[in-house]
């Protein structure tokens, strides 16, 4: 439960983008699929759907952002981070975490690129 509630912060990332209704979208869809992807328990059917639009999400973030370079650089870490969480009986937590780092840099990216219109 705790990774479901965690991913639910990526929603915060609409705010600053309101303008872009297909930005907006691409951050609801690929958070929904994220959602659905830890309430069934990261069933694998439902994983290559939320790992396609998290690179969808990654792809329309450096086309966007006015701050190529910085775009890259954040998405880059949250990515490394994520790569590297151990799969072991802390994972939950430790995945919830960087679920909040994530939210995060979705949020920035965000508002880099609503400021940018």
Do not use: C
């Not at 699929?33 to 069933?43: A, N």
């Not at 979705?106 to 940018?116: P, R």
């Amino acid at each position: 439960m705790i990774l479901v509630l965690s991913t639910l912060l990526h929603y915060l990332a609409l705010a600053p983008v309101r303008k872009y209704p297909v930005y907006s979208s691409i951050i609801g869809i690929s958070t929904t699929l994220s959602v659905i992807y830890h309430i069934y328990d990261e069933h694998q059917y439902i994983m290559y759907p939320d790992y396609i639009m998290a690179g969808v999400w990654f792809l329309t973030d450096m086309a966007l952002s006015p701050k190529s370079l910085e775009t890259l650089a954040v998405n880059s870490i949250i990515f490394i981070i994520n790569i590297g969480i151990p799969y072991n009986k802390y994972y939950d937590y430790t995945h919830s975490a960087w679920h909040l780092l994530s939210a995060y840099k979705a949020w920035h990216v965000s508002k880099i690129i609503g400021e940018n219109s």
